[in-house]
Protein backbone atom coordinates (compact mmCIF):
# COMPACT_ATOMS: atom_id res chain seq x y z
CA UNK A 1 0.00 0.00 0.00
CA UNK A 2 1.43 3.68 -0.82
CA UNK A 3 1.42 6.13 1.61
CA UNK A 4 0.11 8.66 -0.86
CA UNK A 5 -2.17 10.43 1.12
CA UNK A 6 -5.70 10.40 -0.55
CA UNK A 7 -6.61 13.90 -2.68
CA UNK A 8 -9.82 13.54 -3.88
CA UNK A 9 -9.08 16.55 -6.45
CA UNK A 10 -7.62 13.69 -8.44
CA UNK A 11 -10.94 12.27 -9.33
CA UNK A 12 -11.41 14.19 -11.84
CA UNK A 13 -14.59 13.61 -14.83
CA UNK A 14 -12.41 14.16 -18.20
CA UNK A 15 -14.04 17.10 -19.97
CA UNK A 16 -16.44 16.90 -22.65
CA UNK A 17 -14.17 17.48 -26.20
CA UNK A 18 -15.65 20.12 -27.85
CA UNK A 19 -17.21 19.48 -31.58
CA UNK A 20 -16.79 23.33 -33.25
CA UNK A 21 -19.59 24.25 -35.28
CA UNK A 22 -19.21 27.26 -37.50
CA UNK A 23 -22.41 28.85 -39.22
CA UNK A 24 -21.92 31.53 -42.16
CA UNK A 25 -24.85 32.53 -42.37
CA UNK A 26 -25.70 35.31 -45.45
CA UNK A 27 -27.91 38.27 -44.23
CA UNK A 28 -27.35 40.48 -47.08
CA UNK A 29 -29.93 42.41 -49.13
CA UNK A 30 -31.21 39.18 -51.57
CA UNK A 31 -32.40 37.26 -48.35
CA UNK A 32 -35.25 40.35 -47.38
CA UNK A 33 -37.01 38.86 -50.44
CA UNK A 34 -39.51 35.61 -50.54
CA UNK A 35 -39.05 34.90 -46.53
CA UNK A 36 -35.67 33.80 -47.00
CA UNK A 37 -34.36 35.54 -43.84
CA UNK A 38 -37.17 34.04 -41.90
CA UNK A 39 -36.47 30.09 -43.34
CA UNK A 40 -32.81 31.41 -42.53
CA UNK A 41 -33.63 32.02 -38.91
CA UNK A 42 -36.04 29.33 -38.45
CA UNK A 43 -33.53 26.76 -40.00
CA UNK A 44 -30.81 28.15 -37.68
CA UNK A 45 -32.75 27.93 -34.33
CA UNK A 46 -33.86 24.61 -35.52
CA UNK A 47 -29.81 23.42 -35.90
CA UNK A 48 -29.36 24.89 -32.26
CA UNK A 49 -32.05 22.88 -30.85
CA UNK A 50 -30.82 19.52 -32.70
CA UNK A 51 -27.31 20.76 -31.17
CA UNK A 52 -28.63 21.26 -27.96
CA UNK A 53 -30.26 17.93 -27.50
CA UNK A 54 -27.31 15.89 -29.12
CA UNK A 55 -25.12 17.05 -26.46
CA UNK A 56 -23.30 13.89 -24.17
CA UNK A 57 -20.85 13.98 -21.37
CA UNK A 58 -18.56 12.88 -23.87
CA UNK A 59 -18.86 15.54 -26.62
CA UNK A 60 -20.09 19.32 -26.31
CA UNK A 61 -21.45 20.85 -29.29
CA UNK A 62 -19.78 24.68 -29.75
CA UNK A 63 -21.21 27.03 -31.95
CA UNK A 64 -19.58 30.20 -33.26
CA UNK A 65 -21.47 32.50 -35.77
CA UNK A 66 -20.83 34.57 -38.21
CA UNK A 67 -22.75 37.19 -40.48
CA UNK A 68 -22.54 38.56 -43.58
CA UNK A 69 -24.23 41.43 -45.27
CA UNK A 70 -23.70 44.88 -44.64
CA UNK A 71 -21.13 43.83 -42.47
CA UNK A 72 -18.93 40.96 -41.70
CA UNK A 73 -19.36 40.06 -38.03
CA UNK A 74 -18.51 37.66 -35.92
CA UNK A 75 -22.21 37.57 -34.18
CA UNK A 76 -21.72 35.13 -31.56
CA UNK A 77 -17.50 33.67 -30.77
CA UNK A 78 -17.35 30.21 -29.92
CA UNK A 79 -19.82 29.15 -26.76
CA UNK A 80 -21.46 25.82 -26.10
CA UNK A 81 -24.43 25.84 -28.03
CA UNK A 82 -26.75 24.82 -24.89
CA UNK A 83 -25.94 28.84 -24.21
CA UNK A 84 -26.96 30.59 -27.01
CA UNK A 85 -30.09 32.51 -26.88
CA UNK A 86 -31.25 33.15 -30.50
CA UNK A 87 -32.46 36.50 -31.43
CA UNK A 88 -33.90 36.21 -34.83
CA UNK A 89 -31.57 38.56 -37.46
CA UNK A 90 -32.36 41.03 -40.39
CA UNK A 91 -31.16 41.44 -43.77
CA UNK A 92 -29.54 44.22 -45.35
CA UNK A 93 -26.55 45.28 -47.30
CA UNK A 94 -24.17 43.02 -50.08
CA UNK A 95 -23.24 39.57 -49.64
CA UNK A 96 -19.42 39.29 -49.03
CA UNK A 97 -18.83 35.71 -48.46
CA UNK A 98 -14.82 36.09 -49.43
CA UNK A 99 -14.76 38.56 -46.51
CA UNK A 100 -16.79 35.80 -44.32
CA UNK A 101 -14.79 32.64 -45.27
CA UNK A 102 -11.68 34.68 -43.99
CA UNK A 103 -12.51 35.41 -41.05
CA UNK A 104 -13.71 31.56 -40.31
CA UNK A 105 -9.84 30.21 -41.79
CA UNK A 106 -8.62 33.22 -39.33
CA UNK A 107 -10.53 31.67 -36.25
CA UNK A 108 -10.14 27.96 -37.08
CA UNK A 109 -6.33 28.57 -37.83
CA UNK A 110 -5.68 30.04 -34.27
CA UNK A 111 -5.14 27.84 -31.81
CA UNK A 112 -6.50 30.04 -28.69
CA UNK A 113 -9.58 29.74 -30.36
CA UNK A 114 -10.08 26.47 -31.80
CA UNK A 115 -7.89 24.14 -29.33
CA UNK A 116 -6.31 21.16 -30.84
CA UNK A 117 -7.91 18.78 -28.74
CA UNK A 118 -11.71 19.70 -30.16
CA UNK A 119 -12.74 17.34 -32.59
CA UNK A 120 -12.55 18.62 -36.24
CA UNK A 121 -14.69 21.30 -37.32
CA UNK A 122 -17.28 21.77 -39.53
CA UNK A 123 -18.40 24.78 -41.35
CA UNK A 124 -22.09 25.25 -42.33
CA UNK A 125 -22.64 28.26 -45.17
CA UNK A 126 -26.73 29.21 -45.20
CA UNK A 127 -27.19 31.64 -48.10
CA UNK A 128 -29.19 32.00 -51.57
CA UNK A 129 -25.56 31.68 -52.77
CA UNK A 130 -24.96 35.32 -54.61
CA UNK A 131 -21.72 36.48 -53.41
CA UNK A 132 -21.28 40.23 -54.23
CA UNK A 133 -16.94 40.11 -53.80
CA UNK A 134 -14.16 37.87 -54.61
CA UNK A 135 -14.54 34.85 -52.42
CA UNK A 136 -13.18 32.01 -55.04
CA UNK A 137 -10.05 33.04 -53.93
CA UNK A 138 -10.73 32.85 -49.85
CA UNK A 139 -12.76 29.54 -50.89
CA UNK A 140 -9.78 28.21 -52.16
CA UNK A 141 -7.48 28.96 -49.61
CA UNK A 142 -9.58 27.70 -46.87
CA UNK A 143 -10.68 24.40 -48.82
CA UNK A 144 -7.29 23.80 -49.82
CA UNK A 145 -4.77 24.89 -46.85
CA UNK A 146 -4.00 24.89 -43.18
CA UNK A 147 -6.02 24.07 -40.63
CA UNK A 148 -9.27 25.14 -42.10
CA UNK A 149 -8.35 22.43 -44.79
CA UNK A 150 -9.63 19.54 -42.61
CA UNK A 151 -12.67 20.99 -41.92
CA UNK A 152 -16.22 19.55 -43.25
CA UNK A 153 -18.22 21.61 -44.76
CA UNK A 154 -22.07 21.53 -45.64
CA UNK A 155 -24.02 24.50 -46.99
CA UNK A 156 -27.87 24.95 -47.15
CA UNK A 157 -29.37 26.69 -49.68
CA UNK A 158 -32.37 29.50 -48.93
CA UNK A 159 -34.82 29.94 -51.84
CA UNK A 160 -36.21 29.08 -54.40
CA UNK A 161 -33.28 30.71 -56.90
CA UNK A 162 -30.59 30.13 -54.63
CA UNK A 163 -27.24 29.63 -56.53
CA UNK A 164 -26.58 25.55 -56.91
CA UNK A 165 -23.52 26.29 -58.35
CA UNK A 166 -21.63 28.74 -55.84
CA UNK A 167 -23.23 26.35 -53.00
CA UNK A 168 -21.63 23.34 -54.48
CA UNK A 169 -18.34 24.65 -54.60
CA UNK A 170 -18.67 25.36 -50.82
CA UNK A 171 -18.92 22.04 -50.58
CA UNK A 172 -16.98 20.35 -53.12
CA UNK A 173 -15.01 16.97 -52.48
CA UNK A 174 -17.30 16.52 -48.86
CA UNK A 175 -19.07 13.71 -48.77
CA UNK A 176 -22.44 16.18 -48.20
CA UNK A 177 -25.24 17.27 -50.61
CA UNK A 178 -27.01 20.58 -50.64
CA UNK A 179 -29.28 20.83 -47.76
CA UNK A 180 -32.28 22.97 -48.51
CA UNK A 181 -34.13 25.01 -45.75
CA UNK A 182 -37.09 23.59 -46.01
CA UNK A 183 -35.68 19.96 -45.10
CA UNK A 184 -33.19 21.53 -42.73
Known amino acids: ?36 IRNLNDAVRDM ?6 TESG ?13 QVELHQPLISAGDIRWQDLSAGGMTPLGV ?18 AY ?14 DWEGPLNAFVNDGRSAKCDRMAMAIGAGADEAVLGKFIAGTANGLFYAENA
Open 100 to 117: ALKMAKAMIEDKDVLPSR
Open 48 to 53: LNVFQD
Open 1 to 36: MSNTPFDPSKFTVPKAKPVPVILLLDISGSMESEGK
Open 120 to 133: RPTVVLVSDGQPSD
Open 58 to 70: ETEIWVSIITFGA
